[in-house]
């Protein structure tokens, strides 16, 4: 049985192994770049996607993010799309290709990350395609989503890995500078990373290497270079400083656990749909079911991979050290596997499954990097170890080709493939509902009507498209996301947000008092000041779709006083 596994993979191997790697690298590329501009014609331009393209108008407007305007995340995820909109235009389709393209690039690069560890094309290959489809850019809004912190920790791998074959100083000062450029995006996620790679590079040079003093040099080299981004980042935004600090680490953490459910409980409704397709495929022979059975169990598996893969890659590890690897490899994989451990963390702060991918895309690509490099060593004993691995080897295909068929769910599932679009000069909104599609249409039909560009409007659903970036209109308050006060709701900041309205003469709101998580996190339970304050200050005009739009009165009621406005 191994043997014929083994005899496949080389089969495999030995066709891919004669194709030049750069026609294999365009191939790939030209494929994640289709896969992704299908992907995001699939995902509804709203939630983290909305605030992705309303954000950065902000900036453009000379607005601070902290101090202006809501941002949990670093300065990097609102000045990249603003550096875009001024270079290219404003244009939510232009921001969501180039970000697509961004993502290909990256994947691309990860192919010759993997020919330089693995030597070979076929490894590659697959080293590629886990990277793609494992990592946030298929796990987390699409690869339309701004993952450039990724690219920038993939650069950093690359380079530690070059300084263990070398010893070459620069390349650790390049691993650690890539680390801290990637800190510009992302903090948690990175800081995981950067977590076990400090730990890989004193397991390599102490415990591997037995050189203690070159061990504390490479250190102090590798976080001077991952200190000069963030430390120039903290010089040019010294003024909000302080804010942007307690934002990024302290109140994100905080706004994230608030939406915490119970580990499984996306899996709830998994057996009922399961069993209504499988009964519908018996019962009445409908063979198209099949497909969607098969994109359910796809989905069930990786998700509970998500979850359960760190654990099977220590039994891995411990398994991988046992065949004594030489010292090289154990420390490459050694990068991977601490990269995927120290992330974990992460993903059990947040009930969002997606957000295990920052750990389960390395340690993927540490069980491919160990698995190949047992099938290389052709002068080994073929012992158990080694059957054990090779089959884990299997494991990881078919851990890719589930993935590759739940990142498509959406396009496989036949419910959601009547996508309806409006067109606007500032991009696309789809939709897979008509009653929404419509009452979008309405609803910026009568802010283009009903307001010039640059007057101030407001949206209260965290879901909704995109309207401020879309039609010119600008934000009053704080929050382009109402998902703070949702989550954790503050008598404070609700009338503030009211007096933001008040004075920037607000003139239509688009809103729906029914946005939000549990029943405790509905707008008109959690936002009860602005719920009122709304309803006797605005004229309501109608409901189009799921929106109801409510327009400016001539005085505002403030308690009991009347306030005139011009």
């Not at 850019?137 to 993952?147: C, L, M, T």
């Not at 040019?236 to 600090?245: E, G, V």
């Not at 067109?423 to 909104?429: A, F, L, V």
């Amino acid at each position: 049985m191994m043997v014929k596994v083994k005899k496949i993979w080389n089969s495999i191997f030995n066709f891919i192994n004669k194709t030049n790697p750069f026609f294999i690298a365009l191939i790939l590329f030209l494929f994640f770049i289709v896969s992704g501009i299908v992907a995001m014609k699939f995902i509804v331009l709203g939630a983290d996607m909305g605030e992705l393209c309303n954000n950065p108008l902000r900036v453009l407007t000379g607005e601070l993010p902290y101090r202006d305007f809501w941002l949990l995340f670093s300065p990097g995820e609102v000045y990249v799309p603003a550096l875009i909109y001024k270079i290219f235009g404003i244009n939510t389709d232009i921001l969501i290709n180039t970000f697509i393209i961004i993502s290909a690039l990256t994947a691309v690069f990860s192919f010759y990350v993997g020919k330089y560890l693995l030597k070979t094309n076929a490894a590659a290959f697959i080293f590629s395609l886990l990277f793609y489809f494992l990592s946030v850019i298929s796990r987390y809004e699409g690869p339309g989503y701004n993952h450039l912190y990724l690219t920038f920790l993939l650069l950093s791998f690359f380079f530690i890995t070059k300084h263990f074959n070398t010893n070459n100083l620069n390349h650790l000062f390049f691993a650690g500078l890539f680390a801290g450029i990637a800190f510009f995006f992302r903090v948690y996620e990175v800081g995981g990373a950067i977590l076990g790679f400090t730990a890989a590079l004193i397991i390599h040079n102490y415990f591997i290497k037995n050189e203690l003093r070159i061990s504390l040099k490479n250190l102090i080299i590798f976080i001077l270079g991952i200190m000069v981004i963030p430390a120039l980042t903290l010089l040019i935004f010294y003024n909000i400083a302080p804010k942007m600090l307690s934002e990024i680490v302290f109140e994100s953490v905080k706004n994230g656990t608030s939406m915490n459910l119970p580990m499984f409980a996306y899996l709830q409704d998994f057996k009922p749909e399961f069993m209504a397709d499988w009964n519908g495929l018996v019962e009445q022979g409908k063979i198209v079911l099949i497909l969607k059975l098969l994109v359910k169990l796809s989905w069930l598996i990786c998700a509970i991979l998500q979850i359960i893969l760190v654990w099977i890659g220590v039994l891995f590890l411990f398994l991988y050290i046992k065949t004594k690897p030489d010292k090289m490899e154990l420390s490459i994989t050694l990068i991977l596997f601490l990269w995927s451990l120290f992330s974990y963390p992460k993903g059990l702060g947040r009930s969002s499954l997606s957000h295990f991918a920052p750990s389960t895309c390395p340690m993927a690509l540490f069980i491919c990097f160990a698995t190949i490099n047992v099938l290389r060593k052709k002068n080994i004993s073929f012992g158990k170890l080694e059957k054990i691995i090779t089959m884990s080897g299997t494991i990881v295909i078919i851990i890719l080709l589930f993935s590759i068929m739940s990142s498509y769910s959406k396009q496989l599932n036949l419910r959601d493939k009547y996508i309806y679009t409006i067109p606007t000069e500032r991009g696309t909104i789809r939709h897979k509902e008509k009653i929404y599609i419509d009452g979008i249409d309405s609803a910026l039909k009568i802010i283009y009507r009903q307001t010039k560009p640059d007057d101030y409007i407001f949206v209260t659903p965290w879901d909704a498209p995109p309207f401020y970036v879309l039609t010119g209109r600008r934000n009053p308050t704080y929050y382009d996301s109402m998902n703070d006060l949702l989550v954790r709701p503050s008598d404070e900041k609700q009338r503030q947000l009211c007096k933001d309205l008040i004075e920037h003469n607000t003139k239509l709101i688009i809103h729906d008092p029914n946005t939000g998580y549990e029943p405790e996190q509905r707008f008109y339970v959690a936002c009860k000041i602005i719920q009122e304050f709304i309803v006797k200050n605005y004229t309501f005009k109608g409901v189009y779709g799921k929106y109801l739009i409510y327009e400016k009165k001539d005085s505002l009621i403030i308690g009991d006083k009347i306030y005139r406005l011009n």
